[in-house]
């Protein structure tokens, strides 16, 4: 995240020296890099992205599928299958720590103690043949010194805080017996088990109704606001984006290519792929049936090295340069970000 | 009959039995679409909204008559389908096609390209020699937006969007007068959806086509249909003008369907108030008595417990079911 007290440009953050922390830093990831070694070459999913999180705050990172969003965040906790994924650079400080230097023991206490995620599709998520209960307190029993009783207790009020009804009965129930949208909120609940201070939500609401969608993105928003915990929101859905968000950054082949403050980025969009993001989708309150603007053309494929701006081939603005060198991200506007070439041409 | 009219459902019903047993005894049914009607104009796009397992889908193909329906009549140009008997039925396709959901799954991966838009030429005779289908899978794979030296290639080979151009050049084929899109871009991402939705509408235009539209973006389908209908566990509860749905919402479904849309402006969705629904949707094997709607409906009174609202026109063009609108 860029600030008033952050240094320009995205690029020069922290090679020796580390730059300015503010006290309410909870996060911050700089030039992570991942690369998966596979049988057809190496893919290079995430090209040193930068970023951070304050306490209580909520990034959404937006992108479409192979964009490097998912990835980029379960490089934070390891979660990265390995062979054939491989952090290879960079730096993630949590409160300061580096979670890429702890041992596999002191990264267990992180996860799902000080950051904990939410994934994508609550039916595979869970454990089909454990009864939801044991599963909620399999994590408090692995964080905290509580007796079973204690744990159940715990459990069922998670349950009822996420707002299934009857949270003591609900608990020996499996998978199964609940629906979709009861599934996230079991999810979530484990989650929030051990109270983190960051909560990763990898596309919680895709694979879910509207309705149930709408549910799930108010019940999220009010435990934020209620429990202060910081959340990082993946999402391709810029409606549901631009209901949450404090600051969203939009990802494009492995890279961040631009980052603003929400009300900031839907008013002023400038890298080439936000607007053309924005102007593809039709409005839900638009009476007006204008020719969708399309982004011709396909996102790149990761495998090899890509010269120049990966955003070329589908870019009405391209240049010369753009072909030949990746801009870097640099601040356009206060607390604006982007990373092209031809930023001043766009504002 | 109106002349204009090109499709007319009336009251159609999908039951599916549910068996159990050894001997698959029948212990219930899933009441997918149950007393279904409506008309679909020529030259129109008729979208088809609702949560999953609301029975658009079904609906769909049952209009396609993929499905048996339980009851209920389906009449294309004024001929009902029932009627004309399993060849009838196959020869009418012709002029009725499907693009489905799913570009992965519906492709036959092991057929070339130009042989799935071939297939449907040669099931229906419509190309008399070998020159004149390959002149014709050319001319097709070019309104569709796909390389014609792409022919010979697999479905594996191209990307979602290219192989939804494919199942589309399929659809095309037989030059039919109307199609059932059947949420043909919702496994697209985001900036290719606009690009087959651009498709749609310019093949829409340029051929004369009518559609039926089925999909849970409510975004999308305002900006696509002429009217919309929304659906709730195989009932129809409105159906309206497309703009007059979304300006002037009756049941109460709708308005909040409608207000869980997220609208990418941040300011106002700040400012917008939400009709949270409570619960889930109902099983259709076990729906409700009286208002399907009444469980979840945040202003149903005991009436509408017991009975069922009927479809009725409450302003001119816009129907509704629901006792207290």
Redesign the interface.
């Known amino acids: 995240m860029i600030d008033g007290s952050s240094p320009s440009s995205v690029a020069e953050y922290g090679r020796d020296e580390p730059a300015p922390r503010s006290a309410s830093r909870l996060l911050e990831v700089r030039d992570l890099e991942t690369k998966f070694y596979t049988a057809d070459g190496i893919v290079n999913a995430l090209n040193g992205i930068s970023y951070s999180v304050d306490k209580g705050e909520c990034l959404a990172i937006v992108g479409?599928?192979g964009s490097g969003k998912t990835v980029g965040v379960l490089s934070i906790l390891k979660l990265i299958q390995s062979p054939p994924g491989r952090i290879v650079g960079g730096e993630i400080l949590f409160k300061g720590t580096d979670l890429l230097k702890l041992d596999d023991r002191a990264l267990r206490k992180v996860r799902g103690e000080a950051i904990s995620v939410i994934f994508q599709d609550p039916m595979t998520s869970l454990n089909p043949v454990m009864r939801v209960g044991a599963q909620i307190t399999e994590n408090i029993h692995a964080h905290e010194n509580l007796t079973h009783r204690q744990a159940r207790a715990k459990a069922a009020d998670l349950l009822g805080m996420v707002g299934i009804p009857t949270p003591s009965r609900r608990l020996d129930d499996y998978p199964h017996q609940f629906?979709?949208?009861?599934r996230q909120r079991v999810m979530i609940a484990m989650a929030l088990s051990c109270s983190p201070q960051l909560i990763i939500a990898d596309e919680p609401t895709t694979a879910l109704?509207?309705?149930?969608?709408?549910?799930i993105?108010?019940l999220i928003k009010k435990l934020q606001e209620e429990l202060g915990t910081a959340v990082i929101w993946i999402s391709?859905?810029?409606?549901?984006?631009?209901?949450l968000?404090d600051t969203v950054a939009v990802m494009y082949a492995g890279h961040i290519v631009e980052k603003a403050p929400?009300?900031e980025l839907?008013a002023r969009p400038a890298h080439p792929y936000t607007i053309?993001?924005?102007n593809?989708?039709?409005?839900?309150?638009?009476?007006v049936?204008t020719?969708?603007?399309?982004?011709?053309g396909?996102?790149p494929n990761l495998l090899g090295v890509l010269k120049g701006c990966p955003f070329v081939p589908r870019c009405r603005f391209a240049t010369d340069i753009c072909r030949e060198q990746n801009p870097p991200i640099t601040e356009a506007a206060p607390g604006h970000a982007i990373a092209c070439w031809h930023n001043q041409l766009m504002s | 009959m109106n002349d204009n009219v090109l499709v007319r459902v009336k009251d159609l019903k999908m039951h599916f039995p549910i068996r159990a047993g050894i001997f698959g005894r029948t212990v219930g049914a899933v009441k997918a679409v149950d007393g279904v009607s409506f008309d679909i104009m020529k030259g129109e796009t008729l979208g088809l909204v609702g949560e999953s397992g609301c029975g658009k889908t079904t609906t769909g193909r049952a209009v396609l008559r993929l499905y048996e329906p339980t009851s209920g009549e389906v009449s294309f140009r004024g001929v009902e389908l029932g009627s004309q008997g399993a060849e009838g039925v196959r020869r009418t396709r012709r002029h009725m096609q499907m693009i489905f959901q799913d570009p992965y799954a519906s492709l036959n991966p092991q057929m070339r390209v130009g042989e799935i838009i071939a297939r449907p030429l040669r099931v229906h005779g419509l190309v008399k020699n070998r020159r004149e289908e390959k002149e014709l899978v050319a001319d097709i794979m070019q309104k569709v937006g796909l390389n014609v030296s792409f022919r010979d290639r697999f479905p594996h080979e191209f990307s979602g969007g290219q192989r939804q151009r494919i199942g589309i050049a399929r659809a095309l084929a037989t030059s039919p007068d109307f199609i059932v899109c059947d949420e043909p871009i919702s496994a697209l991402d985001v900036s290719i959806q606009a690009q087959i939705i651009n498709l749609l509408e310019q093949l829409r235009e340029d051929l004369g086509l009518t559609y039926l539209f089925i999909a849970h973006d409510l975004s999308m389908v305002r900006y696509l249909s002429t009217r919309v209908g929304v659906m709730y566990l195989g009932k129809m509860m409105e159906l309206s003008g497309s703009d007059e749905l979304y300006e002037n919402p009756l049941h109460p479904y709708t308005k909040a369907l409608l207000s869980a849309i997220p609208i990418p402006d941040p300011p106002l969705e700040r400012q917008r108030q939400r009709t949270l629904l409570a619960g889930d949707p109902p099983s259709p094997a076990n729906p409700p008595s009286g208002c399907r709607f009444s469980t979840r409906c945040p202003i149903a009174v005991d009436h509408c417990r017991k009975v069922e609202p009927e479809f009725r026109e409450a302003i001119e063009g816009h129907w509704v079911a629901c006792h207290l609108v």
């Open positions: 479409e599928s629906s979709g949208g009861m109704d509207v309705t149930i969608q709408a549910q993105v108010e391709h859905d810029l409606g549901v984006v631009a209901r968000a929400v009300d839907y053309g993001l924005l593809s989708l039709p409005r839900l309150d638009a009476r049936r020719k969708l603007q399309t982004i011709g396909l996102p």
